[in-house]
């Protein structure tokens, strides 16, 4: 069953601290990405991977960092730097190209510093 | 880069109805605009998507309509029903690169 999984579902963490976000999909996409979902303020984007050993930033990447080891994984993690890192984090890929342009989405991670 | 504006951030309509939520953007050279609903709690789904050498495109309830010039495209919902209730974002993206949502719009449908 093809897909992109996201784990876990719900995450607490404790301030200080890092926490690593999963993303896994076996899709064969080239390019993956990390948004970050508030309320009414639709999907931000952390930072984008188009192959592997590559990635960039989006438009909130600080305080985030991410690896691309692999074409299947793009990890995220949410380090002690980010000043309010309580949100609703998507992960989702696409082939690269302009004839495959659909993005498909993990189901998401709900983070929450306590 | 893209900027992406959608209209209104909250919709309701009685069911039966039709809906139409409206996105601006910025960046003359888009030329892929998709559509994504996601339901509470769900990931975000394509629904529809128009490309720059289209005006318009149907699939059953849903319609799309794309203004180059005017650089705006709309989404249309007719006979509305109560599992359309979601959020609806619009999206743009410029050949290969990042797709730019909008800040999303809230649908509820009223039985």
């Known amino acids: 069953d093809g897909g992109i999984t996201q784990s876990p579902k719900y995450l607490f963490r404790k301030e200080g601290q890092n926490v690593t976000l999963s993303c896994e999909q076996n899709?064969?996409?080239?390019?993956m990405y990390w948004y970050r979902q508030d309320p009414g303020q639709g999907l931000r984007l952390i930072y984008y991977?188009?192959?592997?050993?590559?990635?960039q930033k989006g438009d909130i990447a600080e305080g985030y960092s991410v690896s691309r080891e692999k074409k299947e994984s793009f990890p995220l993690t949410v380090t002690s730097a980010q000043k309010n890192p309580t949100a609703f984090y998507l992960c989702?890929?696409?082939?690269?190209?302009?004839?495959?342009?659909?993005?498909?989405f993990g189901q998401g991670t709900r983070l929450t510093v306590v | 880069g893209e900027n992406v504006e959608q209209h209104p951030s909250t919709l309701s309509v009685q069911e039966g109805d039709s809906a139409v939520i409206k996105c601006t953007y910025s960046?003359?050279?888009?030329?892929?605009f998709p559509w994504y609903k996601q339901e509470l709690g769900k990931r975000p789904q394509l629904i529809i998507d128009?490309?720059?050498?289209?005006g318009e495109k149907k699939d059953q309830r849903i319609a799309v309509t794309l203004n180059k010039t005017a650089k705006h495209f709309s989404l249309h919902i007719t006979e509305t029903q109560p599992e359309d209730s979601a959020v609806y974002f619009c999206?743009?993206?410029?050949?290969?690169?990042?797709?730019?949502f909008g800040t999303g719009t809230r649908l509820t449908v009223i039985p």
């Open positions: 128009i490309r720059s050498n289209v």
């Open positions: 989702a890929s696409r082939n690269r190209g302009l004839g495959n342009t659909e993005a498909f």
């Open positions: 899709l064969n996409h080239d390019a």
């Open positions: 960046d003359s050279a888009s030329n892929y």
């Open positions: 999206a743009a993206r410029t050949g290969a690169n990042n797709l730019f």
């Open positions: 991977s188009q192959i592997v050993n590559d990635f």
